[in-house]
C-alpha cells in the first residue's frame, strides 16, 4: 500500500513567494494532520481535517497559513508570503476510523531565503 | 495540557548491545496512546510501537519493546542487538484517545548514534 505521499520534497523560495505544499493521504484515512518541524519548536500539529472539514486550525501560526482539502485524496498547505522563519519541515499525516495509529509522510523541506 | 519529556538529549551504543531511551509524560487523562518514533537523517518519521494505556502488557515489535509504568507516567523504549541503521533521533509522543485522535505532543527527541 502507498504510504501518505507529500511533494514537494525540497522546496528553495525567495522572501515573499508563495509557496503550497501537497499531501495525498493513505486511500481510506479519514483524518489528515499538518505538522511542522523546527529546531526551536520541535514537532508541532498546525491543523487537522476530518471528513475533509477543518477540526482544529489553532496551531496554524498566522493568517499567511492556510490549508484546504478539497476531497478525500489531497490537501494543500499554502503559505502566503513566505518569510525565512517559514523554513522548516512540514510533514502531512493520516489515520484511518480507528484513529489510533497516524502515519507520517516523507515530509517536505521548505527553505525560505 | 499534556507534557512528554525525553531527558537524554544524546546516547550512542555499540553495535549488537542494548540501549534504553527514557521518556516521561504527564497527563490527567485516562484514554490515551504513546508511541515512539524514528526519524533517520531522511527526516521522514518511522512508527516505531505503540502501546496503549489501558494494556498492561508491554508492546513489543521485534528488537524494540518498551517499559510502561502507568503510576509512573513513565514509557522507555528499550533497542536489543543494535544496528548501525539504527542511528536516528527518536521522538516520545502521547495522543489522547476519543476525539483527538492524531493530535499527537511530542517530546523533544533523542538522538542515537551506533557504533560499529
Known amino acids: 500500500d502507498a504510504g501518505v505521499i507529500q511533494s514537494p520534497r525540497h522546496e528553495v523560495t525567495e522572501m515573499g513567494q508563495e509557496v503550497t505544499l501537497r499531501c495525498k493521504p493513505i486511500s481510506g484515512h479519514n483524518s489528515l494532520f499538518w505538522y511542522r518541524q523546527t529546531m526551536m519548536r520541535g514537532l508541532e500539529l498546525l491543523i487537522y481535517?476530518?471528513?475533509?472539514?477543518?477540526?482544529?486550525d489553532s496551531g496554524m501560526p498566522e493568517d499567511r497559513f492556510s490549508a484546504k482539502m478539497p476531497n478525500a485524496s489531497f490537501s494543500t498547505l499554502k503559505i502566503q508570503p513566505s518569510e525565512p522563519r517559514d523554513s522548516a519541515v512540514y510533514f502531512c499525516a493520516s489515520t484511518g476510523v480507528a484513529g489510533n495509529t497516524i502515519y507520517f509522510g516523507e515530509g517536505s523541506w521548505l527553505t525560505v531565503v | 495540557a499534556q507534557t512528554v519529556t525525553q531527558s537524554q538529549p544524546e546516547m550512542s551504543v555499540q553495535e549488537a548491545e542494548t540501549v534504553t531511551l527514557s521518556c516521561t509524560y504527564d497527563t490527567s487523562e485516562s484514554n490515551y496512546y504513546l508511541f515512539w518514533y524514528k526519524q533517520p537523517p531522511s527526516r521522514q518519521m518511522i512508527l516505531v510501537i505503540r502501546q496503549e494505556a489501558y494494556k498492561q502488557q508491554n508492546a513489543t515489535e521485534n528488537r524494540f519493546s518498551v517499559n510502561f509504568q502507568k503510576a509512573a507516567k513513565s514509557f522507555s523504549l528499550k533497542i536489543s542487538d543494535s544496528q548501525l541503521g539504527d542511528t536516528a533521533m527518536y521522538f516520545c509522543a502521547f495522543m489522547i484517545g476519543g476525539t483527538s485522535y492524531g493530535k499527537l505532543t511530542f517530546g523533544q527527541g533523542t538522538i542515537l548514534t551506533v557504533h560499529p
Open positions: 481535517f476530518n471528513n475533509n472539514v477543518p477540526i482544529d
